[in-house]
């Protein structure tokens, strides 16, 4: 299992970005997909799981980040809006098979206020 997350980057206050996490040796829409995130001297942080469709989100980000797969791509995605500074984090994608956690590299989002 291989996890490629990508799409980090630097974003102002209120702006809207994309990450991407392109999967191998899984099929993401029949696998729960998970994002996390950590930010510096934090502990790493559940922001957004899928599962056949269904999705689930803590209230720090409810209404405005969303999960979402494309099954043909074989990718999870996490759209990022409105984002704020306390959303600064090294954002990882995840999943877990037979018991095992796969992380993918993580990618750096950091908002300017």
């Known amino acids: 299992v291989q996890l490629q997350a990508s799409g980090g980057g630097l974003v102002q206050t209120g702006g809207s970005l994309r990450l991407s996490c392109a999967a191998s040796?899984?099929?993401?829409?029949?696998?729960?997909m998970g994002w996390y995130r950590q930010a510096p001297g934090k502990q790493r942080e559940l922001v957004a799981t899928?599962?056949?469709?269904?999705?689930i989100y803590p209230q720090s980000v409810r209404g405005r980040f969303a999960i979402s797969t494309d099954n043909a791509k074989n990718t999870v995605y996490l759209q990022m809006n409105n984002v704020k500074p306390e959303d600064t984090a090294v954002y990882h994608c995840?999943?877990?098979?037979?018991?095992?956690?796969?992380w993918g590299q993580g990618t750096l989002v950091t908002v300017s206020s």
């Open positions: 899928i599962a056949r469709g269904v999705t």
């Open positions: 995840n999943t877990a098979v037979l018991g095992r956690d796969y």
């Open positions: 040796g899984i099929v993401v829409g029949v696998r729960t």
